[in-house]
């Protein structure tokens, strides 16, 4: 069954970038029919979503974030990954990588991405100097 | 933005109770909500989407309902396994969820 990982720092300096790669285990991130995503909680902000992104490159990002953050990924090590730049301690948090399955609006024709059905453990990031 | 408000913040219950959870929406989302439940130092897990319809592999005593701006997450008879802390999560826009309802004895 597919399992999520996330790896990276756990302690960035104020102003510097935070990088985090979660690695999907178990399935093709390339081959499989989701999105993947990314999401931290904090005692403060409880939990947030950061963006998502295919395996094609398309990605989208909460817009309070959208200035700092970077999503890529690697189909070659089916990882994704992300980065979030200018930290302070604001963005100290747990941070869990997603799997999201798109869902369908009839109203629209379209198909969106909104819920995360699959979860990594999650990374805790200090941001400390 | 959307503000999405849980009540209560914490519930004290015994194993056997049916117990409610209310998720409210500041504006319309239709049916687009989750509810995630999460056990301390563990990732969320997904119970329910667009309201009411059960993941896969979650058991049946746990339902959703409601439309709107109002809903709610029903155990209906709590077990010891489900004493944990609950969210929603709008999908209608930017994906927020509720503050947490914490389940405890």
């Known amino acids: 069954q597919v399992q999520l990982q996330e790896s990276g720092p756990g302690l960035v300096e104020p102003s510097q970038t935070l990088s985090l790669s979660c690695t999907v285990s178990g399935g093709s991130l390339s081959d499989d029919d989701h999105y993947w995503g990314w999401l931290r909680q904090s005692p403060g902000k409880g939990l947030e979503w950061i963006g998502y992104i295919y395996f094609s490159g398309h990605s989208y990002s909460n817009p309070s974030l959208k200035s700092r953050v970077s999503l890529s990924v690697d189909t070659s090590n089916n990882q994704f990954s992300l980065k979030l730049n200018s930290v302070t301690a604001a963005d100290t948090a747990v941070y869990f990588c997603?799997?999201?399955?798109?869902?369908?609006?009839?109203?629209?024709?379209?198909?969106?991405?909104?819920?995360?059905?699959?979860w990594g453990p999650g990374a805790l990031v200090t941001v400390s100097s | 933005d959307i503000q999405m408000t849980q009540s209560p913040s914490t519930l004290s219950a015994f194993v056997g109770d049916r117990v409610t959870i209310t998720c409210r929406a500041s504006q319309n989302i239709n049916n687009w909500l989750a509810w995630y439940q999460q056990k301390p130092g563990k990732a969320p897990r997904l119970l329910i989407y667009?309201?009411?319809t059960l993941q896969s592999g979650v058991p049946p005593r746990f339902s959703g309902g409601g439309s709107g701006t109002e809903f709610t997450l029903t155990i209906s008879s709590l077990q010891p396994d489900d004493f944990a802390t609950y969210f929603c999560?709008?999908?209608?826009?930017?994906?927020?969820f509720g503050q947490g309802t914490r389940v405890e004895i």
């Open positions: 997603a799997r999201a399955p798109p869902y369908f609006r009839e109203s629209s024709g379209s198909y969106y991405v909104g819920y995360f059905d699959l």
């Open positions: 999560q709008e999908y209608n826009t930017l994906r927020t």
């Open positions: 667009e309201a009411s």
